[in-house]
């Protein structure tokens, strides 16, 4: 069975604090996104990587980098959180077939920046 | 600029009646769309999809329905159950192009018992 973990499912931090978010996936895809979602805004890709040590900027990557050391783990860093930061966080995955097609998403992490 | 728009933010629904989800996208290149299901507290789920070469794909209660010409795309749900309340989102992508998806912002579905 698909699976997709993230390492926390609530997190509070404190403004200027550098966050890491982890998200580890079991199918051997070779493609990852986050995205974060926020009320009214939908799913916003902030970075995507599609084999290990890649990456490419999504749609709102400012404050925002990435990790992708091995092929299962992605991970998400805040270098300096901030409020506007607070949201929910999804990590997905993907095998590349020419295009995007389904993305598998872990149970999310919220955060909370204070 | 919205490429793909779901311009109703909230749907209301009896029991046993149709759910009707509308997605209207912009960019002709998309020729894969997507149906996720979400939950509170839980990430998006995988629903139904559909190619651009088909005009509709079923599976059980849920069917998608493509409109190439007008650039349209609902999911019907037949019959609606309270478990079905969720927020839909409709999802696009182009075959020969990035990996991505672009999703729409959402529909928020409420099954009344």
């Known amino acids: 069975d698909v699976k997709v973990t993230q390492s926390s499912r609530y997190l509070v931090k404190r403004t200027g604090e550098k966050v890491f978010l982890e998200c580890v996936q079991d199918m051997d895809h070779e493609n990852m996104f986050w995205y974060r979602q926020d009320p009214g805004l939908g799913l916003r890709l902030i970075y995507f990587s599609y084999d290990v040590k890649m990456k490419e900027k999504g749609d709102i990557p400012e404050g925002y980098s990435v990790s992708r050391e091995k092929k299962e783990r992605f991970s998400l860093i805040l270098e300096s959180a901030s409020t506007n930061q607070t949201s929910m966080y999804l990590c997905?995955?993907?095998?590349?077939?020419?295009?995007?097609?389904?993305?598998?998403f872990g149970p999310g992490t919220r955060l909370t920046v204070t | 600029d919205q490429q793909v728009k779901q311009n109703s933010p909230s749907l209301s629904v009896q029991e046993g009646r149709i759910s009707i989800l509308n997605c209207d996208y912009t960019n002709s290149m998309f020729d894969y769309f997507l149906w996720y299901k979400k939950y509170p507290a839980e990430g998006p789920t995988f629903l139904i999809s559909i190619s651009s070469i088909k005009d509709k794909n079923e599976d059980g209660r849920f069917t998608v329905f493509l409109n190439k010409s007008a650039k349209h795309l609902s999911l019907h749900i037949v019959p609606s159950q309270p478990g079905d309340s969720a927020v839909y989102f409709c999802a696009a992508s182009s075959q020969g192009g990035s990996e991505k998806l672009v999703f729409g912002k959402g529909t928020k579905l409420t099954v009344n018992p």
């Open positions: 997905a995955s993907s095998i590349p077939q020419g295009g995007g097609y389904e993305q598998y």
